[in-house]
């Protein structure tokens, strides 16, 4: 069902669809996974790999937004809330809920975030994670080994949700085609086709991997590129506006003993107004995020210097553990693709968080904002806005309840297998086969040969970049091991390809340049 042989014959044998989708991060999967399952002929290119970009980038949180709700936005904290209860429920092998500490060192900002948080409690009804509550110094400092406790008052615990965003991405391309929707990484979108009557009726695509390009019909073409929106725009028409204003988030990712608990640390207002989150993630710790407004995008943006020293400076204020360079394990640099404002705003914080769909006179239709917590009510809107066009037949959509691929009712999170869900049965199957795939991809590492296998075979791996950064997450997690183990990853996905060595050289060369820039030196 996965094979992508079978899936590049599905665009030989049907050149004509209802739905193209272009992008393949959250917001394009989830288009394709709404059309797909409401019935619609659909099909979705992505010019690398899923969540390539933004979506697996993110601080690995779902959430309704704190900060969004200190800004007043109460639609959207409870559109993200209620969103963020669907994720759990429909993905709960991914998502589970977290909880978080803000440390309180006034006595005002104590009652402050206690009636703030009641209200988020509010806002989440029925789908609430959990209580928030006020806990005294002392207990904060039992839960919080490593915080700084000076002139510490207590804290204030509230509950949200945290996740793996490239694992859930590569479960709902699953989901999108076990639910009739052809979906191809490793396809690039070249040009936007156009009838006589200058109306977009398709697209030129190149198969990344054979080279061939293949002239694709659809009734509908969705723009669902992210930060790479104005390009596909432009396709349409040079003269139009710019729809994004990237803004950039940066991560450092340190080991488990900086945050040695289970709780995560929240602090809602650092030097210069932003948000820093400190996370528990596989046994490691995120820290982030930046939110620095930039000119230019691309697929593998630079962590700057200053954003990095900010991070480690903040940080350092909060914990009695010291934070340095040398500490980190890897340092991840994402785009958000905020919808640009009307006006010429420079403040990230002022640019909304929530989505909009805009309809080109050619017909074709761009998703623009928003973030991984909506990404399902996001399709949800833009197959409903596609239908009011009357461009589609009026289908109900049937994505609130559905599970998405690996997804089941207990997760035993001891073993770092459970990110697999129902699929971890079958790798437990191919290491019963062949003993040999149970060896670990690094002393430092959980992984197992096992796990790459399975990720070329079943989850549409084609390089070792999709499998170390998207797959197996060991990018994200120890750029420096991830370095060290390419020649033997490269040699297993040749094997499964069938590929040359030639080929492998040129795997490792290309995963290597772009590892090193998620090692601080």
């Known amino acids: 069902m996965f094979n992508r042989e079978a899936l590049v014959n599905q665009i030989k044998t049907n050149p004509n669809w209802d739905v193209i989708v272009i992008g393949g991060g959250a917001t394009g999967l989830g288009v394709a996974l709404d059309a797909g399952t409401r019935g619609y002929k659909t099909l979705l290119l992505e010019q690398v790999d899923f969540a390539k970009g933004t979506s697996s980038r ?61 209200v988020y409690d509010f806002l989440s009804g029925k789908l609430s994670f959990g209580k928030s509550e006020r806990i005294n110094r002392r207990d904060t400092m039992s839960r919080l080994a490593t915080l700084k406790n000076d002139k510490l008052k207590g804290g204030v615990v509230y509950y949200d ?15 999108c085609i076990e639910n009739g ?10 040009t936007l086709l156009k009838n006589n009557k200058g109306k977009v009726d398709g697209v030129l695509a190149s198969d990344g991997e054979s080279g061939l390009d293949y002239k694709l019909k659809a009734t509908v073409v969705i723009n669902a590129t992210g930060v790479f929106s104005d390009e596909v725009l432009k396709m ?24 040695p608990g289970d709780d995560a640390i929240m602090i809602p207002k650092t030097d210069d107004g932003r948000v820093l989150f400190l996370v528990p993630w596989h046994d490691r710790v995120v820290v982030g995020t930046t939110d620095t407004l930039v000119d230019n995008h691309s697929l593998e943006p630079q962590a700057l210097d200053e954003e990095i ?55 074709l239709i761009t998703i623009t904002g928003g973030k991984w917590t909506t990404y399902r009510r996001m399709a949800q809107d833009t197959i409903n806005k596609v ?22 009712g207990t997760v035993d999170r001891s073993n770092h297998l459970y990110i697999y869900g129902t699929d971890q049965k079958h ?70 390809l069938q590929q040359t060595s030639e080929w492998k050289v040129k795997q490792i060369s290309d995963f290597i340049n772009i590892a090193q820039q998620y090692v601080l030196r």
């Open 58 to 118: 993110s601080t690995k949180l779902v959430h309704g937004g704190v900060r969004y709700l200190a800004q007043g936005n109460v639609d959207l904290v409870r559109e993200a809330l209620y969103e963020r209860g669907l994720m759990m429920k429909n993905a709960s092998h991914l998502v589970s809920k977290q909880s978080f500490i803000i440390p309180n060192y006034s006595w005002f900002d104590s009652i402050f975030y206690t009636i703030g948080l009641k």
């Open 161 to 175: 949700g945290q996740f793996d965003d490239a694992r859930l991405a590569i479960n709902i391309a699953q989901s």
């Open 181 to 190: 929707a052809t979906v191809l990484n490793h396809f690039k979108v070249k």
């Open 236 to 259: 349409d028409d040079v003269s139009a506006r710019t729809s994004i204003k990237p803004s950039q988030g940066v991560h450092l990712v340190f080991d488990k003993s900086y945050l």
């Open 309 to 363: 020293n900010f991070i480690l400076q903040t940080a350092n204020k909060y914990l009695n553990k010291k934070v340095s360079k040398k500490d980190v394990l890897s340092v991840f640099a994402g785009l958000r693709p905020l919808a640009a404002p009307k006006d010429n705003s420079t403040k990230t914080k002022e640019i909304s968080r929530s989505h909009k769909i805009i309809v080109a006179k050619s017909g």
């Open 387 to 408: 239908i009011a066009l009357k461009k589609l037949s009026k289908i109900k959509c049937k994505t609130k309840d559905l599970l998405i691929h690996g997804a089941n």
């Open 427 to 496: 790798i437990v199957d191919l290491i019963t086969d062949n003993p040999e795939l149970s060896t670990r991809l690094h002393p430092r590492l959980e992984f197992t040969k096992a796990e790459v296998v399975w990720a070329v075979r079943n989850e549409m791996a084609r390089t070792i970049e999709d499998v170390l950064a998207r797959r197996v997450r060991v990018l994200f997690l120890d750029a420096k091991a991830a370095i060290e183990i390419a020649p033997m990853v490269g040699e297993l996905i040749r094997e499964e």
